[in-house]
């Protein structure tokens, strides 16, 4: 009964690169969120997946992140060019869609 | 679309005291609200949840409760201890679709 687990757990990267953020949900769950979570703050929701739907895109800043969520499971956040504001933890939820969300640990991204 | 509100946003009780955490939500059709702890480099883990059936529930030395007429639900812990200092959120939800988070309290139990 492994939880969700989100890799790298620490990402430091140049302002105008590129970065790939991976979360590997609880098996068996059919929801995805991402969240982001600036220093101190709360909550920021970013997209959701459920099930074989389209996706909910609504909480994406700009249209330099994307997600996307391969067989049902795995999923990528990416974000392109870097800015120094897109420096938070990235957050990652899981759940079966009948029960609450179980988070993974976080990706600390800081860029530069 | 759903709006929660939380508040205080920090909370300071000498070890033994209670606290008191309140959120309150704009969509009438919300039916389900978890309340998570986040300690510092972690994500937020579930401590408790209530259903919108239901006005109180508690487990050892966490309650929670909801007035769905005046569409508000609080968090109360009892005898705190200094392991219970962390940030907590609360969140509502239309059947899972979706989780909505107040902005978080942060909890400091001194001892």
């Known amino acids: 009964g492994a939880g969700v687990s989100q890799s790298p757990s620490n990402k430091v990267t140049e302002k105008g690169k590129d970065v790939e953020l991976r979360c590997d949900p609880i098996s068996g769950h059919t929801a995805l969120y991402w969240y982001r979570q600036s220093l101190g703050q709360g909550l920021e929701f970013l997209i959701y997946?459920?099930?074989?739907?389209?996706?909910?895109k609504s909480g994406l800043p700009s249209d330099r992140f994307s997600a996307e969520r391969t067989g049902g499971s795995v999923s990528t956040l990416t974000i392109q060019r870097t800015q120094q504001e897109d420096s938070a933890v990235y957050l990652c939820?899981?759940?079966?869609?009948?029960?609450?969300?179980?988070f993974g640990p976080g990706t600390r991204l800081t860029v530069l | 679309g759903e709006n929660v509100e939380q508040h205080p946003s920090t909370l300071s009780v000498q070890e033994g005291d209670s606290a008191v955490i309140k959120c309150t939500y704009s969509d009438s059709a919300s039916n389900y609200f978890p309340w998570y702890k986040q300690e510092l480099g972690k994500g937020p883990q579930l401590i408790i949840d209530i259903r919108s059936n239901v006005g109180e529930k508690k487990d050892q030395r966490i309650a929670v409760t909801l007035n769905k007429t005046a569409k508000h639900f609080s968090l109360h812990i009892t005898e705190t201890q200094p392991e219970d200092s962390a940030v907590y959120f609360c969140?509502?939800?239309?059947?899972?679709?979706?989780?909505?988070f107040g902005s978080g309290t942060k909890l400091n139990v001194k001892p």
């Open positions: 969140a509502a939800s239309i059947n899972f679709n979706k989780f909505y």
């Open positions: 997946f459920q099930g074989n739907s389209a996706p909910d």
């Open positions: 939820a899981s759940t079966w869609g009948r029960d609450t969300q179980y």
